[in-house]
């Protein structure tokens, strides 16, 4: 195995275990909710900071989502044309994985949302809500009403773009690291925004951030391992 391979495999797993470790001292010490009423809360007025503002709303939120969906769909509609167009057929294999990364991140935050069984923070007694604000480690009693707010689904979205710099990584990384910046500063204003709002938690768009990366990093490795086998 190379060693610029095997380098690039270690620094994989550094990022991956220290985030990791992170996410562990949020769930230890309610990180999420001394973050949440320290930047995001006020107490005073029993109100998330950007709750009704604009820019948390219809800006990051709704124009956000709209802008993902559009590159989501800009990138399935290059990667299908690449069969007609013989510009675009030498860029084919980079399209459909960007296509592939725009996809699968969304969807399968999406279906984890839907089984992880964890509340808003706007619906958390203290925050404005009614429901009981429960740490990590303990069960959300069963009659309660169903919850779907776990992971983050709207900053995975940016988060997605990972794999431009996955993509770029090898042969441009001038551009990679452009893109791991940009894709980091989209993704932190989308959590922001949501945290803002109280549609989230820290950790909720931490770990999309994570799940976003695996799941690029995986298709990027499954895909060279096919070029590698077909060569």
Same mark, same amino acid.
């Given at each position: 195995?190379?060693?610029?391979?095997?380098?690039?495999?270690?620094?994989?797993?550094?990022?991956?275990?220290?985030?990791?470790?992170?996410?562990?001292?949020?769930?230890?010490?309610?990180?999420?909710?001394?973050?949440?009423?320290?930047?995001?809360?006020?107490?005073?007025?029993?109100?998330?900071?950007?709750?009704?503002?604009?820019?948390?709303?219809?800006?990051?939120?709704?124009?956000?989502?709209?802008?993902?969906?559009?590159?989501?769909?800009? *990138? =399935?509609?290059?990667?299908?044309?690449?069969? @007609? /167009?013989?510009?675009? +057929?030498?860029?084919?294999?980079? #399209?459909?994985?960007?296509?592939?990364?725009?996809?699968?991140?969304?969807?399968?935050?999406?279906?984890?949302?839907?089984?992880?069984?964890?509340?808003?923070?706007?619906?958390?007694?203290?925050?404005?809500?009614?429901?009981?604000?429960?740490?990590?480690?303990?069960?959300?009693?069963?009659?309660?009403?169903?919850?779907?707010?776990?992971?983050?689904?709207?900053?995975?979205?940016?988060? *997605? =773009?990972?794999?431009?710099?996955?993509?770029? @990584? /090898?042969?441009?990384? +001038?551009?990679?690291?452009?893109? #791991?910046?940009?894709?980091?500063?989209?993704?932190?204003?989308?959590?922001?925004?949501?945290?803002?709002?109280?549609?989230?938690?820290?950790?909720?768009?931490?770990?999309?951030?994570?799940?976003?990366?695996?799941?690029?990093?995986?298709?990027?490795?499954?895909?060279?391992?096919?070029?590698?086998?077909?060569?």
């Amino acid at each position: 195995m190379p060693l610029k391979l095997i380098g690039r495999i270690n620094l994989d797993l550094w990022i991956i275990g220290f985030v990791a470790l992170f996410l562990l001292l949020l769930a230890l010490f309610d990180g999420d909710l001394m973050t949440a009423r320290y930047f995001f809360f006020d107490v005073a007025t029993n109100e998330w900071i950007a709750r009704h503002d604009w820019w948390a709303n219809e800006l990051l939120h709704t124009g956000g989502r709209n802008l993902m969906r559009l590159v989501g769909v800009l *990138a =399935l509609v290059a990667w299908a044309a690449s069969y @007609r /167009s013989t510009r675009l +057929a030498t860029h084919r294999a980079d #399209l459909g994985y960007f296509a592939a990364c725009m996809v699968l991140v969304p969807v399968t935050i999406g279906i984890l949302k839907q089984i992880t069984n964890v509340d808003c923070p706007w619906d958390l007694q203290g925050f404005g809500g009614g429901m009981p604000a429960m740490s990590w480690f303990e069960s959300r009693p069963a009659e309660l009403p169903r919850a779907t707010c776990f992971p983050g689904a709207h900053s995975s979205s940016a988060f *997605a =773009l990972f794999g431009l710099f996955f993509m770029w @990584r /090898s042969a441009k990384p +001038a551009w990679a690291t452009v893109a #791991l910046l940009g894709t980091l500063a989209l993704g932190g204003a989308f959590s922001i925004a949501q945290q803002s709002r109280g549609a989230h938690f820290l950790s909720h768009d931490i770990v999309s951030a994570l799940l976003a990366w695996l799941i690029c990093l995986g298709l990027h490795r499954f895909r060279r391992r096919g070029v590698t086998t077909t060569s």
